[in-house]
């Protein structure tokens, strides 16, 4: 079934630890977002990629580093988690860019950090 | 800080009843999508809507965009109880970003 995978579902990371949440989508899409969804907050944009190799920086980039190298995969890395860092990570993709086409989203990534 | 608020924050309605969401932005847009979220899962697309339209209808929802206000509404007629979900709206501005709102949850009574 096409879409977006994310990989783990959830882990517990302990403060300080290096952590890369993986995103693979078959759809060919150009275009993948990282966001980060908290209670209250709704979903904050972390990077942004408009095509295979080229990254951009969103809302709350600080803490968080990305990679484009294909189409296909877009992992998000954490250098040295800490706990402000526990949230529900989601991965997203657009097949357009600028022409209006909506997000498909994977089902998340559930990250606590102690 | 985000582009999109929406109101009400949570709505408790019976089913058949219809349901308005309300979302206000503040910078101009290439068009404006509405989402929802189940419990647990990753957001879907619902329906968008472009800055040169003013409404929209797919099937039981309804959207309205007001530019000169930087506000939209969502409506969900004879809702269900498998509407009960979250709900977000996303502007899609310069840059090929979206930025979401903090979401309106809905829960529908039967």
């Known amino acids: 079934i096409a879409g977006i995978t994310q990989a783990p579902t959830s882990q517990i990371l302990a403060a300080g630890r290096r952590m890369t949440l993986r995103c693979t989508q078959d759809?060919?899409?150009?275009?993948m977002y990282w966001y980060r969804q908290d209670l209250g907050l709704g979903l904050r944009l972390i990077h942004y990629s408009n095509t295979a190799g080229t990254t951009g920086k969103g809302e709350v980039p600080d803490g968080y580093s990305v990679s484009r190298a294909n189409t296909d995969d877009f992992p998000l890395t954490l250098a040295s988690a800490v706990p402000s860092q526990t949230s529900v990570y989601f991965c997203a993709s657009r097949s357009e860019l600028g022409g209006g086409s909506p997000l498909h989203f994977g089902n998340g990534t559930r990250l606590t950090v102690t | 800080s985000q582009q999109g608020e929406e109101d009400p924050q949570a709505l408790s309605i019976q089913e058949g009843e219809n349901a308005t969401m309300n979302c206000s932005y503040k910078?101009?847009?290439?068009?404006l999508q509405w989402y929802r979220q189940n419990s647990g899962r990753g957001l879907v697309h619902l329906i968008l809507i472009r800055s040169n339209e003013r409404e929209k209808h797919s099937g039981r929802l309804r959207v309205t965009l007001d530019t000169s206000k930087k506000s939209s509404s969502l409506l969900i007629t004879a809702s269900r109880a498998a509407d009960t979900a979250s709900y977000f709206c996303?502007?899609?501005?310069?840059?090929?970003?979206?930025?979401f709102g903090a979401g309106t949850i809905l829960r529908v009574k039967s």
């Open positions: 996303a502007t899609d501005s310069e840059g090929n970003k979206l930025v």
């Open positions: 759809m060919r899409h150009n275009a």
């Open positions: 910078t101009s847009i290439n068009n």
